[in-house]
Nanobody, 125 residues
């Protein structure tokens, strides 16, 4: 059982990136899923989550209006589309999942059971 991330990189301020997180060994349709990030010297920050079936999505104020989260159950993969990137978005980004048959998702790190390996996003000014 694992989550495998891809899509990080270096981009100029104002640019876009899309992160992907593929799930292996379990079916995302029964899970709440989320993205977190951690910048050097800072705590792990919740960014966004999406409930099973994509019924509900939530975003941190710091990324609202710039980031979107989506899932493709057929590919068992979910995504974080990041637009209008800022230097303060620079961090290691992690995807995470926990089994939840309800139509909500959590912003609390301790809830999530499965985690990706992390991918670096660097936004230059």
């Amino acid at each position: 059982v694992q989550l495998v991330e891809s899509g990080g990189g270096v981009v100029q301020a104002g640019g876009s990136l899309r992160l992907s997180c593929a799930a292996y060994g379990f079916t995302l349709d029964e899970y709440g899923i989320a993205w977190f990030r951690q910048a050097p010297g800072k705590d792990n920050e919740w960014i966004s989550c999406i409930s099973r079936g994509g019924r509900s999505t939530y975003f941190a104020d710091s990324v609202k209006g710039r980031f979107t989260i989506s899932s493709d159950n057929a590919k068992n993969t979910f995504y974080l589309q990041m637009n209008t990137l800022k230097p303060e978005d620079t961090a290691v980004y992690y995807c995470a999942a926990y089994r939840n048959l309800g139509y909500s998702c959590s912003k609390y790190v301790n809830v999530y059971r499965y985690w990706g390996q992390g991918t670096q996003v660097t936004v230059s000014s």
